[in-house]
Structure formats: C-alpha cells, structure tokens
C-alpha cells in the first residue's frame, strides 16, 4: 500500500537558515511524488512533483527535492528560509489508481525572524 | 487564484441535517476530486469525477455522495451529519484524468461546522 511519513508535524527555522522538511514513502509502484503547500486560509498549491525523470526537483519559490530511490525518501530543501515560507507542507505519492494521491500528515514551518 | 472555486466559504449546520458543497474546476479540466482535511485525520481523499463518471474512491463515508454535472461543475453531499464531519472540505480539479502527469489545483476550500 502507498504511504507516506513526513517527519516532525512542526519545524522551527531562522530566517535566512536552511529549510529542510524531511518526506519517507513507501510505494508498491514506481513512485511519483509530490510536493505541496497550503499557506493559512487557503488550498494547496503545488511546489514541485518527481514524475521518473530527474532526481533532483526544482519548483516554485527557491524549493527543491531529491528523490533517493535506496533510502525511499524525497526530503524538501530551501537554503533560505524566508519569512513568507511559513506554511503547511505536505508530501504526497500517487496512489496504485492513478487517479488517486495519498497525503502525508503535513508538516508545519515556522519561520522566526 | 487557481481558478477553481467553491461555495459556501463557511457552512454551520446542526447534527442530523445535509448539506451541498459545491466545486467549479478550472476551465477546461475534466476532472474533479473532493478531499477532506480535518485536524485528527489530515487530507484524505474522498472521491474523483471524470467527465461526469466516477472515477475513483477513497475514504469516503456511505452517508456522503457526489456528482458531477454536464457544466463540469461538481456538487459533494453530506448528509446525516455528525460533529465528526466537521472539517474543511477542499476540491480540486485536473486537465486529465491521471494525476501523474497532471498538477492537481485545489480550491480555497469550504469549511464546515457542525454543531
């Protein structure tokens, strides 16, 4: 079954410091994986996806994502963590229907001045 | 602004009533898929239309029904109402069907209390 795990509902960063939301998934298909935010009062936008091609993901607004196949991760870096960062962040896998996405439990980003 | 919208932004009912959520995907997107976001459970998905065809389920109650119309737009119904179905419920739409190669854009949501 599809699952994913995103480690620590709540992170802390300084401004200007290194973001890193850590993502674990476990997948019975090839997976492809998703990244999204949800900033307060709104829906959820997508930052970046991993679809088999590079391992390396660039998406919006400085963030990125490598897809390490050995350790079935796909962790969310930004090296520098900007006061508009804060938000909820929630790592996603497809489902074995296609149609389907399987959400993590959300990670919280706090962004201290 | 994704483009699609949902109405009402904020919905109060009491236990045993229903209600209509109602979703407008993005021009143009054929497929809509409904989630429910609550604090002790996360983002789950409910159910996916295609075209006006259900297309996929997930962790959707019995007591909750959907469609989608010939305009595309889709309506999500709950009924019998619990204090657990408070929640806020989002949809979303996609050019195609297969999320794989299709960024899904989600609604500012409808938040529903039940009291």
């Known amino acids: 079954a599809q699952s994913v795990t995103q480690l620590g509902s709540h992170v802390s960063v300084s401004e200007g410091a290194l973001v890193l939301l850590r993502c674990n998934y476990s997948?019975?298909?090839?997976?492809?994986l998703f990244w999204y935010v949800q900033y307060p009062n709104q829906g959820l936008q997508l930052l970046l996806k991993?679809?088999?091609?590079?391992?390396l993901v660039k998406g919006i607004n400085g963030f990125e994502a490598e897809f390490k196949k050995s350790e079935t991760s796909f962790h969310l870096t930004k090296p520098s963590a900007h006061m508009s960062d804060a938000a909820e962040y929630f790592c996603?896998?497809?489902?074995?229907?296609?149609?389907?996405?399987?959400f993590g439990p959300g990670t919280s980003l706090s962004v201290i001045p | 602004d994704s483009g699609v919208t949902q109405t009402p932004k904020h919905l109060i009912t009491a236990t045993g009533q229903r209600v209509t959520l109602r979703c407008s995907p993005r021009?143009?997107?054929?497929?809509v898929y409904w989630y429910q976001q609550s604090l002790d459970q996360g983002l789950q998905f409910l159910i996916q239309?295609?075209?006006?065809?259900?297309?996929a389920k997930g962790n959707i109650l019995e007591r909750f029904s959907a469609q989608q119309f010939p305009d595309l737009h889709s309506e999500l119904n709950l009924s019998s109402l619990e204090l657990g179905d408070s929640a806020l419920y989002f949809c979303?739409?996609?050019?195609?069907?297969?999320?794989?190669?299709?960024?899904?854009?989600f609604g500012p949501g409808t938040r529903l209390t039940v009291l």
């Open positions: 979303a739409s996609s050019a195609r069907t297969s999320i794989s190669y299709n960024e899904q854009f």
């Open positions: 997948s019975s298909v090839p997976p492809y």
């Open positions: 996603a896998v497809r489902g074995t229907s296609y149609d389907k996405v399987i």
């Open positions: 991993y679809t088999s091609a590079a391992t």
């Open positions: 239309y295609y075209n006006g065809e259900e297309r």
């Open positions: 021009s143009g997107d054929l497929s």
